[in-house]
């Protein structure tokens, strides 16, 4: 909240009188102010509404794609069983979402254990076994807890610890660099999310027919609240009243509300739009600043025949470039289509973006029959997609990650201002959370509770 200092009290004394003429300009009503604007049709922001529609309130999400979902994102167009272009899995039995797909009657299968083998130019394919997994991680976490240093970069760490190029796929993942370079993360962020991760995942699902259809049946419960197709230009407040202005079908729109939600990805909020006006305070922009997006292409191929399953290696998917690059089936053994997909992240991630979609795809499949030179991938290729989230406009990137020394700025990041602006969204959670669609839901429903909390209304269970 503002001060309210001398100079100051002269100024608001100075406008108090032309009070009613700003506020007309401001909020001019086409209709009535909402309660509550939520920004943002993903999982945070449907979950946000959903519980404050249930409290009585009337809100209004916009969205700027013409789809509900964000970073859940489902191709369907070859693949009856849906190909997933974003999100991937639900994320422990115990995942918070367990209950919103209990209760929208979505169906999901466990998904089987990561056959662990790896592909170098030097060695080949190799297995890796239990027991050295268990040694790699045992070696990290023994220099974890000897290290008494400060917030350095996670690959100035594991330097000295001389890891083998066939064990940093695995190291890499542990340091979040599923999104992100070890020179990028946070050491202490990586050491967090590795235990935190240790203690929470046991099992990981799939939903059946794709995440979009967990989106699309959460944005049916909301009804015509949902508005697509309106990017956000601008967010103008002051506290209790916010308009927001939005560009849809061709024009310029604005809706005014009491409060409003940001489930905006970090990427969006640091590329300086939409515009806030007045602009957000200085510890909000540090803390927008002390995270990242990690890069994240995501390729599917249908091939005519699982050749990777076949003998005398027979697989359902392998890991190469030192942990930044996964080829596995997407679908369980005997299910779907012969589809194999590529999730490509960090330094190779970047490279096929800026190549561009066909020769993103010819570099993927050279990087498949490099591994396997008699599949002839090239000539079995029937379809293909290629996603590419570095350069989506409305997310710009895939999902967060911990630049050294910004460990505590996620619950800074969460923390309203001056009961007006709430913030929610993966990067909101802690370890580990954040980066999955449930810490996603967690943020949403964290935001509505203080949302209604400053309006005296208690939170539905």
């Avoid at 990650?401 to 619950?411: C, E, I, M, V």
Wanted: aromatic share 10%.
């Amino acid at each position: 909240m503002s001060r309210l200092t001398r100079r100051n009290f002269v100024k608001v004394a100075a406008l108090a009188g032309a009070g009613a003429s700003i506020d007309a300009c401001w909020f001019n009503p086409v209709r009535p102010p909402y309660d509550v604007i939520v920004l943002g049709a993903g999982m945070a922001g449907m979950a946000a509404a959903r519980d404050l529609v249930r409290s009585g309130l009337d809100v209004v999400v916009i969205e700027a794609r013409d789809r509900v979902g964000g970073r859940m994102e489902t191709n369907t167009e070859q693949s009856p069983h849906g190909l997933e272009v974003g999100a991937q899995m639900v994320h422990g039995s115990r995942a918070p979402t367990w209950e919103l797909i209990r209760e929208l009657g979505i169906e999901t299968r466990p998904l089987g254990g990561w056959p662990h083998w790896q592909w170098t130019r030097a060695g080949g394919f190799r297995q890796q076994s239990p027991e050295h997994r268990a040694d790699v991680v045992r070696r990290l976490d023994d220099a974890y807890h000897a290290y008494r240093g400060q917030d350095i970069a996670f690959q100035r760490f594991i330097e000295p610890l001389r890891f083998s190029e066939e064990d940093l796929g695995q190291v890499n993942e542990y340091a979040l660099s599923w999104s992100a370079e070890p020179t990028e993360v946070s050491l202490q962020a990586a050491m967090e999310d590795s235990a935190s991760w240790e203690e929470y995942l046991d099992q990981n699902y799939q939903v059946v027919g794709g995440y979009s259809s967990l989106a699309r049946k959460m944005a049916g419960t909301l009804g015509d609240r949902v508005q697509l197709s309106s990017p956000v230009l601008g967010i103008r407040w002051k506290r209790g009243k916010v308009r927001v202005s939005c560009r849809r079908e061709g024009r310029e729109e604005r809706v005014q509300a009491k409060r409003v939600i940001v489930t905006l990805p970090i990427g969006v909020l640091q590329s300086g739009r939409p515009v806030f006006d007045p602009a957000l305070p200085a510890w909000k922009r540090h803390a927008i600043d002390s995270l990242h997006m990690g890069r994240v292409v995501v390729i599917h191929f249908l091939f005519d025949d699982w050749f990777w399953r076949q003998p005398p290696q027979p697989m359902q998917g392998w890991g190469a470039h030192q942990g930044r690059v996964s080829f596995y089936d997407p679908h369980p053994q005997g299910k779907g289509m012969p589809a194999l997909q590529a999730w490509v992240t960090g330094l190779a991630a970047q490279q096929l973006s800026d190549l561009g979609e066909k020769k993103g795809l010819a570099t993927a499949l050279g990087w498949i029959e490099e591994a396997l030179p008699t599949s002839n991938a090239r000539k079995r290729v029937q379809w293909s997609t290629f996603r590419d989230w570095i350069r989506d406009p409305y997310a710009l990137g895939s999902y967060s990650y911990t630049k050294p020394g910004g460990t505590t700025q996620r619950s800074v990041l969460a923390t309203p201002i001056d009961d007006t602006l709430f913030f929610a969204g993966e990067a909101t959670q802690p370890a580990p959370h954040y980066q999955t669609v449930h810490g996603a839901y967690l943020s949403g429903r964290r935001a509505a509770r203080e949302l209604l909390a400053s309006l005296g209304i208690d939170a539905p269970a």
